[in-house]
């Protein structure tokens, strides 16, 4: 159980154009879900918390114009890469928390982001 | 803020020598500390999760120490196999339930 899925896995996008991930939660309802980037040799840092039906909660030093946020339901929630550039390029990575349980994350299996 | 590191950031043992994979934070108001496995390009397995008012957890090969007071957790692995090697990731949560990720160390083991 409590199984996360991301959508694509990989992506390759020019400079200029924007990008969606999904992050969508299989087999239950995530009142709560968590976006995070990671560079290659570094940690997992937090991007911004979502919770379902209101707006995103982002980290500082995150821009929120650039990566928009949506959960409009309770099993999916989206990062929009607006206007991608080289430096956005990176990998992504959701996570869901059950109801209730905001102290365990399910972590999705990722999605590698590369802007050429 | 919350700070994780941890040490060493790679190594390289042969097969059936014990690991030893270090983390720090520098504050000790946590909620729990997991750690986790990540293998090349994927996502994560949680591996155990400590609760703050545990000293360890253990699972399998796999043993967890946590020292809240000095601000240090340490993942023990017995008995090392090449299916070990990856990335271990501690996490420190924090009471506000966010995650705090150190850099993780590279286990590769050798067979």
């Known amino acids: 159980g409590a199984v996360v899925s991301q959508h694509p896995s990989r992506v390759i996008c020019k400079s200029g154009t924007s990008v969606k991930i999904e992050c969508r939660s299989l087999?239950?309802?995530?009142?709560?879900m968590f976006w995070y980037r990671q560079f290659p040799k570094q940690s997992l840092m937090l991007m911004a918390t979502?919770?379902?039906?209101?707006?995103?909660?982002?980290e500082q030093g995150v821009e929120k114009d650039k990566f928009l946020i949506n959960h409009a339901s309770l099993t999916l929630s989206t990062l929009t890469v607006t206007s991608a550039h080289p430096e956005d390029s990176s990998f992504y990575i959701c996570?869901?928390?059950?109801?209730?349980?905001?102290?365990?994350?399910?972590f999705g299996p990722g999605t590698r982001l590369t802007v050429l | 803020k919350q700070e994780v590191t941890q040490i060493p950031a790679a190594l390289s043992v042969p097969e059936g020598e014990n690991l030893v994979l270090n983390c720090s934070f520098t504050?000790?108001?946590?909620?729990?500390l997991q750690w986790f496995r990540q293998d090349p390009g994927k996502g994560l397995t949680s591996l155990l999760l400590?609760?703050?008012?545990?000293r360890e957890q253990t699972s399998g090969r796999l043993n967890a120490s946590l020292d809240k007071s000095s601000g240090r957790s340490t993942l023990y692995i017995a008995a090392s196999q090449p299916g070990d090697s990856a990335t271990y990731l501690c996490a420190v949560i924090s009471n506000d339930y966010k995650l705090s990720f150190g850099a993780g160390t590279t286990v590769t083991v050798r067979a």
């Open positions: 979502s919770n379902e039906g209101s707006k995103a909660t982002y």
């Open positions: 400590i609760q703050s008012s545990q």
């Open positions: 996570s869901a928390s059950l109801p209730g349980y905001t102290d365990t994350q399910y």
């Open positions: 087999d239950f309802q995530a009142t709560t």
């Open positions: 504050d000790s108001a946590i909620y729990n």
